[in-house]
C-alpha cells in the first residue's frame, strides 16, 4: 500500500537522538532511576520478619472514629 521512506526521521527522533549526543551517560541515569522507582529488591527473611513487626496495622475504615 504505502512505501516507507526509511530516510525520514520525525522531530522527536531527531531531538531525542541530539540529546543522547550531547548526554552520553543520560542512559545510565536513566536505568538508575528506573532501578530506584520501580525494580524490587528481595528482603532477606531476617529484614522480612522486622517489616512485618514494625508495620502498623490500618483499621478497616478510617473515616470514622472506631469505639472501644
Known amino acids: 500500500m504505502f512505501k ?3 530516510k525520514y526521521k520525525s522531530d522527536i527522533s531527531k531531538f531525542i537522538s541530539e540529546i543522547k549526543s550531547k548526554n552520553s551517560d543520560i542512559e545510565t541515569k536513566q536505568k ?4 530506584i522507582l520501580w525494580d524490587k529488591i528481595e ?3 531476617q529484614e522480612q520478619d522486622v ?5 502498623l ?4 475504615y478510617v473515616y470514622f472514629e472506631q469505639k472501644k
Open 4 to 6: 516507507r521512506n526509511k
Open 57 to 60: 496495622r490500618q483499621p478497616a
Open 32 to 35: 538508575t532511576g528506573r532501578a
Open 43 to 45: 528482603l532477606s527473611n
Open 51 to 55: 517489616n512485618k513487626r514494625v508495620t
